[in-house]
């Protein structure tokens, strides 16, 4: 991949990002400040954006979102390693979840 490949799927992933946050965000606020991983004031900051705004954050080259958990056991519970397909894989899920929701609880 060239530099400016990399860039535009920079730009596109932050565009898809910021329209995926406000769309959440006005749906359920909630839920969106859980599963976006951010604080109210980020969330009222990110609703009032116009296009053109958007726009002009998602150029930046920078990637707006990031990978939340760098926790080993959250991974290995949601690509179910050394786990056969079947009831175990739905419960490490859900365990992969509720890790995650408690990391969310613990930076709020």
């Given at each position: 991949m060239t530099q400016d490949q990399i860039l535009s799927e920079i730009r596109e992933a932050n565009l898809n990002y910021l329209i995926l946050a406000q769309n959440l965000i006005r749906a359920d606020r909630e839920q969106a400040l859980f599963r976006l991983g951010i604080t109210e004031a980020t969330a009222e900051i990110l609703v009032l954006l116009s296009p053109s705004q958007m726009m002009k954050i998602a150029n930046t080259g920078t990637l707006l979102c990031c990978i939340r958990s760098g926790d080993e056991l959250?991974?290995?519970?949601?690509?179910?390693?050394?786990?056969?397909?079947?009831?175990?894989?739905?419960?490490?899920?859900?365990?992969?979840?509720?890790?995650?929701?408690?990391?969310?609880?613990e930076a709020a």
């Open positions: 959250v991974w290995s519970l949601l690509t179910n390693q050394g786990k056969a397909a079947n009831t175990a894989e739905g419960m490490s899920r859900l365990h992969a979840s509720i890790v995650m929701a408690s990391r969310h609880q």
